[in-house]
């Protein structure tokens, strides 16, 4: 593994079901984030953990859960998906080091499609 | 709210110099980057500005003034490849990145 990795490359899903978007890195790296990318619009924080152990909410939370166990894995749950979360999702991490740019390193994206 | 405001998209010709204004209005400020983006792949990581001026890097450079709430990317030499989006995103108080929709770069031979 180098960098980031996401599975899978993409999905389509019918409404009501349950989803796990998976995110590895190998950089040991601190943070990590989870974006939605759509069409027109920024990229939107869904999730983040500055930590393995600890979570935050982003901008757009809603319908969305996720867990970090440890310090490389960073899964995105879709309890009950619904045709709006139609997006292409970004799993992104950040050392936090200091005297980095805290710049983020984001992996390949999951385009998911809900019907 | 937080606001940031780029171009939706830009034209310009290969070999030619082209400059992608990005102007914020965030709550706090700890850095301004840039992205590259090509069609159907990930963000990459070009620049970061924190202090008023000019960074300069290759072909790239990206310049910021703090207290007009403004930067902008400075591609010259265009190449093909240069056939992106830019994104711009702003690091809040919160050191959460607030990001604009992007511009789409479209060089012409």
């Known amino acids: 593994i180098a960098g980031i990795t996401q599975a899978p490359t993409s999905q389509i899903l019918a409404a009501g079901r349950r989803m796990t978007l998976r995110c590895t890195q190998d950089?040991?790296?601190?943070?990590m984030y989870w974006y939605r990318q759509d069409l027109g619009l920024g990229l939107r924080l869904i999730h983040y953990?500055?930590?393995?152990?600890?979570?935050g909410k982003g901008e757009v939370p809603d319908g969305y859960s996720v867990s970090r166990a440890n310090t490389d894995d960073f899964p995105l749950t879709l309890a009950s998906a619904v045709p709006s979360q139609t997006s292409v999702y970004f799993c992104?991490?950040?050392?936090?080091?200091?005297?980095?740019?805290?710049?983020?390193?984001f992996g390949p994206g999951t385009r998911l499609t809900v019907l | 709210g937080q606001n940031i405001d780029q171009p939706t998209e830009m034209t310009a010709t290969e070999g030619a110099i082209v400059q992608i204004n990005c102007t914020y209005q965030?709550?706090?400020?700890?850095?301004l980057f840039w992205y590259q983006q090509h069609a159907g792949e990930a963000p990459t990581f070009l620049s970061y500005?924190?202090l008023d001026g000019l960074e300069e890097k290759g072909r790239f450079s990206s310049f910021l003034s703090r207290s007009k709430g403004y930067s902008y990317l400075l591609l010259k030499e265009l190449q093909m490849k240069d056939s992106a989006s830019y994104l711009c995103?702003?690091?809040?108080?919160?050191?959460?990145?607030?990001w604009g929709a992007g511009t789409k770069l479209i060089i012409k031979p």
């Open positions: 953990s500055n930590t393995a152990g600890t979570t």
């Open positions: 950089m040991r790296h601190n943070a």
């Open positions: 965030t709550s706090g400020f700890n850095g």
């Open positions: 992104a991490s950040s050392s936090q080091a200091a005297g980095s740019y805290n710049e983020q390193f």
């Open positions: 500005n924190v």
């Open positions: 995103a702003v690091m809040d108080s919160n050191y959460q990145l607030i």
